[in-house]
């Protein structure tokens, strides 16, 4: 068995003052590991150490897949795919690990189940013409464990969100530029530059004046958004309990077969 190490995995570069951490999977559309969840929350602890660090820049290396959710081989191997001996970071090292310093993610293609959670989890999202956002889960069997649920109806028109989480269908990226979800599309192949661009744009401002901003927006007490406290618990519970019914069992199988799935409500 190959095993990826944190470094080739996930890319950290500076940019004057902006960290970009890059999801270096393109062969499997940047999903995400435990190798890839131990990298990014290794590079935010390095950014949140860091003073001269301002601002954060999160993508995914190619341009056709920003992240294409968890990596399901390791999971069908039996592996965890969070970061070793850090599950409260969550999903990629990133969904549940807060930190003061803005973050930006810059979407390059699908952002699909876990793909789109990371983008939820950002500060503020710029993404590529060809980017595609959305909560498939329910196709699966399964449901969007890693805050989607709870996070895309305070972000966009609780309708639209019912619908999405739903229907398990994408949106485009200019369909969630005009609802809200993101900041700005850009053409394909300049979306780190301008998710740099913007980052840029933060950090000239006095970083403690806007990580204290961003502590306030987020109702953050000692590191926990305490918003979401209840939120993370009900979900963890949920995905607890869906995951031993016998739809969740059938809907990967179904995929992996390439059939439609025979849901039993079970």
């Known amino acids: 068995m190959v095993t990826e190490s944190n470094e080739s995995v996930v890319l950290v ?12 999977r393109p062969d499997a559309r940047n999903a995400v590991n435990s190798a890839v969840s131990a990298g990014v ?9 860091d003073a001269e660090v301002r601002a954060i820049v999160v993508t995914g290396a190619g341009d056709k897949s920003f992240c294409a959710g968890a990596d399901l081989k390791a999971l069908s ?7 070793p001996g850090h ?13 003061d310093k803005p973050t930006i993610a810059a979407v390059n293609g699908t952002a699909l189940g876990g793909g789109t959670e990371l983008a939820l989890a950002a500060d503020l999202v710029v993404a590529s013409e060809n980017a595609t956002f959305g909560l498939p889960e329910v196709k699966r069997g399964l449901l969007a464990g890693a805050g989607g649920v709870f996070r895309l109806p305070v972000q966009i028109p609780q309708r639209l969100a019912m619908e999405m989480i739903f229907t398990g269908d994408p949106i485009t990226a200019a369909r969630a530029l005009e609802v809200g979800l993101i900041n700005q ?6 979306v780190v530059e301008a998710a740099v661009d913007l980052a840029q744009r933060i950090a000239v401002n006095a970083p403690l004046s806007v990580q204290a901003s961003k502590r306030i927006a987020y109702s953050v007490i000692d590191g926990v958004q ?3 406290t209840a939120r993370w618990a009900l979900s963890d519970a949920e995905w607890n309990q869906l995951a031993t019914s016998e739809d969740a069992k059938e809907g990967p199988r179904a995929f992996a077969e ?9």
């Open 226 to 228: 305490v918003e979401e």
């Open 185 to 190: 599309v850009v053409s394909a192949g300049k």
């Open 41 to 49: 929350g290794g590079a935010l602890d390095e950014a949140a150490a």
């Open 258 to 266: 390439k059939r439609e799935p025979v849901w039993k409500a079970r």
């Open 77 to 83: 191997r039996g592996e965890s795919v969070y970061a």
């Open 87 to 99: 599950r409260e970071w969550g999903f990629a090292g990133f969904a549940k690990k807060y930190t």
């Open 13 to 24: 570069e500076r940019v004057d003052n902006v960290m970009v951490i890059t999801i270096n």
